[in-house]
């Protein structure tokens, strides 16, 4: 396999875009990538386009060629990936590989959702298409709810209390007040996190990563490429994929998901390094409970100890290892196709070290990216070029 | 009561369904067949806000129960989420369209 370099990034704010058409948005931070990288784009050999729901929630499919027709690409392979929230992450994967293998020598992953003109009830139903739904779905279950059924056993078994995962919302919340692209950046403290509604006990309002609107794009080459390049490249360690249980009756712990656990030993086995070699995280924080159990499955924090980790302010930029300073999904956003290209936009910037909310001498970042109940998981180890 | 749960006629496998093949050895020999609805509560949340085809039965309770029988079952609890607690005696007391509703083992 060849050394891979993300050569160019784009991505759109992540928050509510009602007037912009979805290939429009994926369009808009495509086309940045391709700039910023300095590459003709009539080079891009693959396009891999992440989405979940643009069918349900827009009436729109094709996808993946509508926005190559309107970036000017050559007529080349073009591919929409799904795997629910892990979509964006497994577009990402595939423009590797193609990149890797030397099947071309530039790739495009891009990854949109729209998701904010839609009522709750459609976008959960919409969402719900995630779930096993001739098992789990036939009950009421919902995204939110599979989150509550894990923080119940996390706060039994490891005595998890409401103060540790009010820290993990706080934290940020604040870090997307830095972020430009975020959603909702703002400071809480742990009463208004108790005041807000409940929405599946014991996960409230606060808890939950809100809907979302926004693109994100990543334009990839050979190492080779690297003198032609006008942005400052970043390279890619590793990225893994892996495949969990579909159903909650396939879940044996509903406190941790094999599939991350798996995916990060595959990626660091892939980079030669170990967790403790990471210097940053962008992981996947689509409720408050899942950034511990994500922490402690990632291997950067020993099991059962995530909520302490956070509280103790271990997480935060400054902290012994630094966990979603982009904001996360929480404050960010979720845009559910573009969230794992968007987590490796953020990490690009912090290794270039032009990030808003920069971790110092950042050097290695890792992303994680899971989908469904589990059911897929992408973990990708990126370095800046001269560590 | 009973639920209804696929046994695989190879190797004796039971699986709460639906499923195409075994699990535990793919064999397409899948039979419906009973199990006894007790078990024990693994988790349980309060759904308040539910997607549309359950939206006017809100708010309600979802609970993981392990069979005794061996299997995890995704089901309701009936009545609220008072006095739960892990590892709870549950039961089956009511079917919905496959959906199983559980309630505190009566001792």
């Avoid at chain 1, 784009?10 to 700039?35: K, V």
């Avoid at chain 1, 030669?272 to 070699?277: F, H, L, Q």
């Amino acid at each position: 396999m060849r050394q891979v370099l993300i050569a160019g990034i784009g991505s759109t704010p992540f928050g509510r875009h009602s007037e912009i058409a979805i290939q429009s948005l994926a369009i808009r931070a495509a086309d940045a990538a391709i700039r910023e990288s300095g590459i003709d784009r009539k080079q891009v050999g693959a396009l891999y386009l992440g989405n979940f729901v643009s069918g349900p929630l827009t009436g729109q499919e094709v996808l993946a060629g509508l926005v190559a027709d309107g970036l000017g690409l050559g007529q080349i392979p073009c591919t929409k990936v799904e795997g629910a929230c892990a979509s964006g992450g497994i577009a990402f994967r595939h423009a590797y590989l193609a990149v890797a293998s030397g099947m071309c020598d530039a790739a495009l992953a891009v990854g949109v959702e729209k998701m904010t003109h839609a009522d709750t009830a459609t976008t959960t139903a919409a969402l719900n298409c995630a779930m096993d739904n001739r098992s789990d779905g036939i009950s009421g279950l919902t995204f939110p709810g599979l989150f509550g059924l894990a923080w119940q056993i996390h706060a039994e078994r490891y005595g998890t209390s409401r103060d540790q995962v009010s820290a993990v919302v706080s934290k940020n919340k604040a870090n997307g007040l830095l972020n430009p692209l975020a959603q909702m950046g703002a400071n809480v403290g742990a009463d208004q996190i108790l005041q807000s509604p409940l929405i599946c006990d014991p996960l409230r309002l606060y808890d939950c990563c809100p809907t979302s609107d926004g693109a994100a794009a990543l334009l990839l080459v050979a190492a080779d490429k690297r003198a032609e390049l006008a942005s400052s490249p970043v390279a890619v360690m590793a990225s893994a994929q892996t495949r969990g249980s579909a159903r909650i009756a396939g879940h044996p712990d509903l406190c941790t998901f094999d599939a991350t656990v798996m995916a990060a030993q595959a990626a660091y086995a892939q980079a030669g390094i170990s967790a403790k070699d990471v210097d940053f995280v962008e992981l996947h924080d689509c409720f408050s409970i899942a950034e511990i159990i994500d922490t402690e499955d990632l291997g950067i924090v020993p099991r059962g100890h995530g909520g302490g980790y956070a509280l103790e302010g271990r997480t935060r930029v400054g902290g012994d290892i630094p966990v979603n300073p982009s904001g996360g999904l929480l404050s960010k956003g979720h845009p559910v196709g573009a969230t794992g290209l968007g987590q490796i936009y953020e990490s690009v910037l912090q290794l270039r070290g032009q990030h808003p909310n920069q971790v110092r001498d950042a050097a290695i970042g890792l992303t994680h990216n899971l989908g469904g109940t589990g059911v897929a998981c992408t973990v990708n180890i990126l370095k800046r070029i001269d560590a | 009561m009973h639920i209804k749960v696929l046994r695989c006629e190879s190797c004796g496998t039971l699986d709460p369904g639906p499923r195409d093949l075994c699990a535990a050895c793919q064999s397409d020999k899948l039979v419906l067949s009973e199990a006894p609805g007790a078990g024990a509560l693994v988790s349980w949340t309060t759904i308040r806000r539910a997607p549309t085809r359950f939206k006017g039965q809100a708010p309600y309770v979802v609970a993981v129960v392990k069979l005794d029988a061996g299997l995890i079952i995704t089901g309701r609890f009936s009545g609220t989420e008072e006095n739960l607690r892990l590892d709870l005696p549950v039961e089956a007391v009511s079917e919905d369209e496959g959906a199983y509703t559980f309630a505190e083992k009566a001792s």
